[in-house]
């Protein structure tokens, strides 16, 4: 069945280094899989995205790395700070799923240490 | 932001009695959502909506009923509120199947007591 997991609950880093959050997902045919990031008392927000056509995205500061063969996706923040403190989701949506639903993973905490 | 509003933001409410949650949005976007989130669950899914008055389950449907009579309003009901169903409940919004990003709005926490 479907599911989207994560290898890690939570992550401390210094501020200045750089973080990688993983995320492990089960549905082979999985098409679209997103980043989310979500502060104390508010609701997830979208960091970014990436098709099952592409292994790498880049944006501010962010990258997604996307491994099919081994089903395993990936968040790279670089030069972490102290305002990257959130936990992260990644989610996927199925390429056969008609309609359009949106499964997260567990979540990663990340902690940055000043 | 997008424009997306849940309400009530917090509601307290006893055993066995229904509940209904709304959620408002002003982008015209098909795609709506309800998800739970728990400790140690993350965000289960538990309707969403392709359109108007076309609804499917979630991974936790059971004890939740939706409606979605109009693009903007997609709402959440539970018939008798149990404590179990005690939890943050966010709605989602997204444009379409090809761009899935979703819009959250800010929560609704409800305690069943």
């Known amino acids: 069945g479907e599911s989207v997991g994560l290898h890690l609950p939570t992550l401390s880093v210094q501020e200045g280094d750089n973080s990688i959050i993983n995320c492990a997902y089960s549905n082979s045919a999985s098409d679209y899989f997103i980043w989310y990031k979500q502060e104390s008392g508010k609701g997830p927000q979208f960091i970014i995205d990436?098709?099952?056509?592409?292994d790498k995205r880049q944006g501010q500061r962010v990258t997604v790395l996307l491994n099919k063969t081994v089903k395993h996706l990936s968040l790279q923040i670089a030069a972490t700070q102290p305002g990257d403190s959130a936990v992260y989701f990644c989610a996927e949506i199925g390429r056969y799923n008609q309609g359009g639903k949106l499964i997260f993973g567990q979540g990663t905490e990340l902690s940055v240490k000043p | 932001d997008a424009g997306i509003t849940q309400s009530p933001r917090h509601k307290v409410t006893e055993t066995g009695t229904p509940v209904t949650l709304r959620c408002h949005q002003t982008?015209?976007?098909?795609?709506m959502y309800w998800y739970r989130q728990d400790p140690g669950h993350g965000l289960r899914l538990i309707h969403y909506?392709?359109?108007?008055?076309?609804?499917d389950k979630g991974e936790v449907s059971d004890g939740y009923s939706v409606s979605r009579s109009k693009t903007e309003d997609f709402l959440l009901t539970l018939e008798s509120a149990t404590s179990s169903q005690t939890s943050v409940y966010f709605c989602?919004?997204?444009?379409?199947?090809?761009?899935?990003?979703?819009?959250f709005g800010q929560g609704t926490r409800l305690t069943v007591v």
């Open positions: 909506s392709y359109g108007v008055k076309d609804t």
């Open positions: 989602a919004i997204s444009e379409s199947l090809g761009q899935g990003r979703a819009f």
């Open positions: 990436i098709r099952s056509n592409m």
């Open positions: 982008e015209n976007h098909r795609y």
